[in-house]
């Protein structure tokens, strides 16, 4: 159950983020990263007030994302939950996560490692480029792992 919570976060994410693809996201994500990881080393309320700007700024795109996540991510748990279930399936979702959600641990809680999760997110609070290097390093870990060392990593 949660795997599929946070595979309808991360099909949320990818949909809010292409639909402000248009407006210069390279430029935008660039002056993001860089507020986000000066504003999350003082405390997570920064982190608040810059998510409920965003909202308050672009309630039309976020608005529009959460009405395509929720067919999108139906169909996908409905359409595909056979395949969803393959161990192969379930180490390309761990890459991706550890790609572009790395940085709060999502890859962690979507393996059910929930203490590394928690460790990651304590991490993103006291130095965030640290777990964003991370993040990176556990998605080229997995995507040069067999399928079986990657079983072995998941239980």
């Known amino acids: 159950m949660l ?28 002056a993001w990263i860089s507020h986000l990881t000066g504003l999350v080393i003082e405390n997570f309320s920064d982190i608040y ?7 308050r700024n672009h309630a039309i795109k976020v608005l529009i ?8 991510s139906l169909w996908i748990i409905k ?12 180490r390309k979702i761990t890459i991706v996560l550890a790609l572009f959600l790395g940085w709060l641990g999502a890859h962690r809680f979507y393996l059910g490692q929930i203490g590394w999760g928690i460790f990651y997110l ?23 792992m067999s399928d079986e060392d990657f079983a072995q990593a998941r239980i």
């Open 79 to 90: 359409s595909k939950s056979d395949e969803l279930e393959k161990p192969t399936n379930h």
């Open 122 to 144: 304590i991490i993103f609070y006291l130095f965030a480029p640290l777990v964003i290097i991370l993040g990176l390093i556990d998605a080229v870990r997995y995507m040069f």
């Open 65 to 72: 994302a959460l009405v395509l996540t929720v067919p999108i």
């Open 3 to 30: 795997q599929k919570i946070i595979l309808a976060i991360a099909i949320f994410i990818i949909i809010l983020v292409a639909l402000t693809f248009g407006e210069t996201i390279a430029h935008d994500a660039l």
């Open 49 to 55: 007030y810059a998510v409920h700007d965003y909202v």
